[in-house]
């Protein structure tokens, strides 16, 4: 199953240790396809990495949102409808090899994330307007 990890920019490199356990992340559920049924599945996963990304930038702990998407186990994902229709709660550790990319923000969102996480809702919609760039993980991590 495709998960889709809030993260932060300055954190990425701590992801490719294998010693990562992300507690949480997005996928498309079935409760997802569910509550959104007018959505095919390229929809559904935009929805979900949007989800993700917002995630992240409410962290706060990052200047830009990032997003890892990696592919676990269908048992190691268990739904977690309370927090979201697309939340899941991720079980044990990350397999750097699972890693399939990162999306991440242009830097000129920087200002927007910040105020996004100090709670400003005109920052967190502007957010919601952009897209996330696609990278290969080494793309990111310069190697």
């Given at each position: 199953?495709?998960?889709y990890?809030?993260a932060t920019?300055?954190?990425?490199?701590?992801?490719?240790?294998?010693?990562?356990?992300?507690?949480?992340?997005?996928?498309?559920?079935?409760?997802?396809?569910?509550?959104?049924?007018?959505?095919?599945?390229?929809?559904?996963?935009?929805?979900a990495?949007?989800?993700?990304?917002?995630?992240?930038?409410?962290?706060?702990?990052?200047?830009?949102?990032a997003?890892?998407?990696?592919?676990?186990?269908?048992?190691?994902?268990?739904?977690?409808a309370?927090?979201?229709?697309?939340?899941?709660?991720?079980?044990?550790?990350?397999?750097?090899?699972?890693?399939?990319?990162?999306f991440?923000?242009?830097?000129?969102?920087?200002?927007?994330?910040?105020?996004?996480?100090?709670?400003?809702?005109?920052?967190?919609?502007?957010?919601?307007d952009?897209?996330?760039?696609?990278?290969?993980?080494?793309?990111?991590?310069?190697?």
């Amino acid at each position: 199953m495709r998960v889709y990890i809030p993260a932060t920019v300055d954190e990425l490199a701590l992801q490719t240790s294998g010693q990562w356990e992300p507690q949480r992340a997005f996928a498309v559920t079935d409760l997802l396809r569910e509550a959104i049924a007018a959505l095919d599945e390229d929809e559904l996963v935009e929805f979900a990495i949007d989800a993700a990304a917002m995630a992240s930038a409410l962290d706060g702990g990052s200047r830009l949102r990032a997003v890892i998407a990696a592919d676990v186990s269908r048992a190691d994902a268990v739904p977690d409808a309370v927090t979201h229709p697309a939340a899941v709660l991720v079980a044990g550790r990350l397999d750097p090899a699972a890693i399939a990319c990162v999306f991440v923000d242009e830097e000129d969102a920087a200002s927007d994330a910040k105020a996004a996480a100090a709670g400003d809702d005109d920052a967190a919609e502007r957010l919601a307007d952009r897209t996330l760039l696609w990278y290969d993980l080494a793309e990111v991590l310069g190697d």
